[in-house]
């Protein structure tokens, strides 16, 4: 059976290798792709009749224009990227021969002044990406939105061209994914997404001048994962309760709100019941009080990410979100854990605090962290080994400062909790005072330690 396969395998990688590549000239063929990328190309080249290749690449190169026939001897392409050229022109007939085979169209980081009309006549046109050209409202051509409304489910726009919502969206009634990477508009009309409000699953708003989270998103009823990022001119006043405060986004599980000058827990959430991710990295939440937390208690979030938020220690309010197995502290001004600062936490799984000036853990930190199993502390000045640990017998990774841990007969107690406590602990980490990783420091040295031999107490830590 092995030499039938080994045979197969052979035969198969040799009838590709027959296939010839449509320009062997300036591009190269692989697989099911040509690759025509990254040539400094200034046109599109000539293809040769192909009936095998799939997938064109010709991003990052200097073409200006897509003159018609330019893909018509490509018979069985689907996707074609087309990012980061110059583009400014698309010919009407630029797809004419590959209408009904191009899925998927990449036309972002080009110089194009409006939506291509061309892209009309693909008939089965799934998904297209037009972000970051200068297109502004006017042109989103009113006939082509029409002609790749009931199929496009994929749209990628936006730039600071764009000083208005383009109402010709209202055709694409098959919408499911529409992210919008930037705009000078400072408000959406209660009708921005009116034709695909009963279709659209993602929605991504970012880089925008918009002042308040717009109340066309309380009529997305299938919305389940929201992405409003990098709108600086949010701020708390523009986290409007009135745009989400009614049930119809009870399908909502994933939102973002980063870097939008947020300086407190948003009060939406406490309309927000079934959402179990909340990502708010970047604003400054220096202070977090019960308050603003409260809001959050009973929700279902599970998944909490505060990197990057000039946080100085752990929100005490953060222990009343019992729900949370996935916590995220990087990139802050930490610089202790004491014993209350993750009480309440016993269904945490994943603590991530790399990236802060961290340099002591009291004794007693992690007694609630029952189910902890994964702990990063890497990037930080911690130099003890944290006694806290004995609490994580479900802990499977830590993750410690390279070259910072002291590394001596003190840390026989690891050692011993490792061997008895907690058998499928892996450390990561080097010790300071020796040439080691921890992990082979505590293999390699402590067994010759004096104390070695004491007996070891595990604490009892069950997870439930």
Avoid at 144 to 165: C, E, N, P
Avoid at 243 to 264: A, C, K, P
Avoid at 365 to 378: A, E, N, P, V
Avoid at 400 to 424: G, S, Y
Wanted: glycine share 4%; with cysteine; charged share 15%.
């Amino acid at each position: 059976m092995a030499w039938l396969l080994l045979a197969l395998s052979v035969s198969m990688a040799t009838v590709s290798a027959q296939i010839p590549c449509p320009n062997n000239m300036v591009c190269s063929c692989t697989d099911t792709n040509i690759e025509c990328h990254d040539r400094a190309l200034v046109a599109v080249p000539v293809f040769t009749s192909d009936s095998h290749y799939t997938t064109l690449h010709l991003e990052n190169n200097m073409i200006e224009t897509l003159p018609d026939d330019a893909f018509k001897n490509l018979q069985k392409v689907m996707i074609i990227f087309l990012r980061n050229n110059t583009i400014n022109t698309v010919s009407r007939n630029a797809f004419r021969g590959v209408e009904a085979g191009i899925l998927h169209l990449d036309l972002a980081q080009n110089n194009l002044t409006e939506f291509p009309l061309a892209a009309g006549a693909l008939e089965n046109l799934m998904r297209i990406d037009v972000s970051n050209n200068p297109i502004d409202e006017n042109h989103f051509d009113e006939h082509t939105m029409y002609d790749i409304g009931d199929k496009l489910t994929r749209l990628d726009f936006g730039s600071d061209s764009l000083h208005q919502w383009p109402n010709t969206l209202r055709h694409l009634q098959a919408l499911e994914v529409l992210n919008v990477t930037g705009g000078s508009f400072y408000t959406l009309p209660p009708t921005a997404f009116h034709g695909f409000e009963g279709t659209l699953k993602t929605l991504s708003i970012q880089h925008t001048q918009l002042i308040a989270l717009p109340f066309a998103l309380s009529k997305l009823r299938f919305l389940d994962h929201l992405y409003f990022d990098h709108n600086h001119a949010i701020g708390d006043s523009g986290i409007l309760i009135t745009s989400l405060s009614n049930d119809t986004l009870t399908n909502l599980q994933y939102v973002s709100l980063v870097d939008d000058n947020l300086t407190y827990f948003p009060s939406l959430l406490r309309f927000l019941r079934n959402v179990h991710t909340l990502i708010l990295d970047s604003n400054r939440l220096a202070f977090v009080s019960d308050s603003s937390v409260a809001v959050a208690v009973g929700t279902a979030i599970t998944t909490l990410s505060l990197r990057n938020c000039s946080l100085s220690r752990v929100p005490g309010a953060l222990s009343k979100l019992t729900n949370l197995t996935k916590l995220d502290l990087t990139d802050n001004q930490i610089r202790s854990f004491e014993n209350s600062d993750f009480q309440n936490m016993g269904r945490l799984t994943t603590l991530t605090v790399t990236r802060n000036p961290l340099e002591f853990i009291a004794n007693e930190t992690f007694k609630d962290l029952r189910c902890l199993q994964q702990l990063d502390i890497m990037e930080s000045n911690i130099k003890t080994m944290p006694e806290a640990i004995r609490f994580l017998r479900n802990l499977t990774t830590l993750t410690l400062p390279l070259d910072k841990i002291e590394c001596t007969c003190n840390i026989v107690w690891l050692k011993q909790f490792m061997e008895v406590c907690n058998t499928n602990l892996k450390i990561a980490g080097s010790c300071e005072t020796i040439d080691s990783p921890v992990a082979d420091y505590l293999r390699a040295h402590i067994p010759n330690c004096p104390n070695y031999a004491s007996q070891t107490q595990c604490v009892s830590s069950t997870c439930t």
